[in-house]
C-alpha cells in the first residue's frame, strides 16, 4: 500500500496533466485570429492568459528550493500586455512554462513535502505551494476554456458531456449491476 504522500504525488501529476490537456484542447479549436482577441481594452485574451500561466510557472519553479518564487527578474506586469503574436509564439510559451512546472513536479518525493519554500517573501510547506498552483492554474484554464468556447462559436467541440448528453453518457461510466 503506498503511502498518503506518495498518492497524492501521482494525483497532482494526473491533474495537472488534465489541466495542461484540456487548455491545450480548447485552444487548439480558436482561429489564429482570434487567439489575441479582447472583449475591451482591460480584459485578457488567451494569449495574454498563456503569457501570466508561463511566467508564474517559470518564476515560481526556476530554483524552486533556493530562492523565492516570485523572482526579480520577473515581469508580471509585462504578461499581461500583448507581447506574443503567433500561435507558435504562443505553445512555444506555454509548453516552456509547463516545462518548467513539470519539471519540479516530477522529481517531489514524499519527503519534499514539507520542505519550506517562499513565494512573496512568505514561507509555504511544498505541498502548499503546489496546491496553490492547482488552485491558479484551474482558475486560468477555465478562462482559457471560457473564451476559447465563445471564440471557436459554432465549430467549438466540448470538452466533456456535451449539453443534452448526460443520458447517453452516465450509463456508460456508471458500473454494471
Not at 503506498?2 to 491533474?15: C, D, F, M, P, R
Not at 482559457?144 to 466533456?160: C, I, P, R, T, Y
Request: hydrophobic share 40%.
Amino acid at each position: 500500500m503506498q503511502s498518503t504522500e506518495a498518492g497524492l504525488l501521482i494525483n497532482w501529476k494526473k491533474v495537472f496533466a488534465t489541466y495542461k490537456d484540456l487548455g491545450e484542447k480548447a485552444i487548439r479549436q480558436v482561429p489564429d485570429d482570434r487567439l489575441f482577441w479582447t472583449f475591451y481594452n482591460d480584459s485578457n485574451s488567451i494569449g495574454i492568459i498563456v503569457q501570466h500561466m508561463s511566467g508564474n510557472m517559470i518564476s515560481r519553479f526556476t530554483n524552486f528550493y533556493e530562492e523565492d518564487g516570485e523572482k526579480p527578474w520577473r515581469n508580471r506586469d509585462r504578461e499581461f500586455e500583448s507581447v506574443l503574436s503567433t500561435r507558435q509564439e504562443l505553445i512555444d510559451e506555454w509548453e516552456t512554462g509547463w516545462a518548467c512546472f513539470m519539471g519540479v513536479l516530477n522529481t517531489l518525493s514524499a519527503d519534499d513535502l514539507a520542505r519550506r519554500v517562499m513565494i512573496r517573501g512568505e514561507s509555504h510547506a511544498v505541498l502548499e505551494a503546489i496546491n496553490r498552483q492547482l488552485a491558479h492554474f484551474s482558475y486560468h484554464v477555465g478562462q482559457l476554456v471560457f473564451l476559447s468556447k465563445m471564440l471557436a462559436k459554432d465549430g467549438w467541440e466540448s470538452l466533456s458531456i456535451p449539453k443534452g448528453g448526460s443520458e447517453g453518457f452516465n450509463p456508460q461510466q456508471m458500473p454494471k449491476s
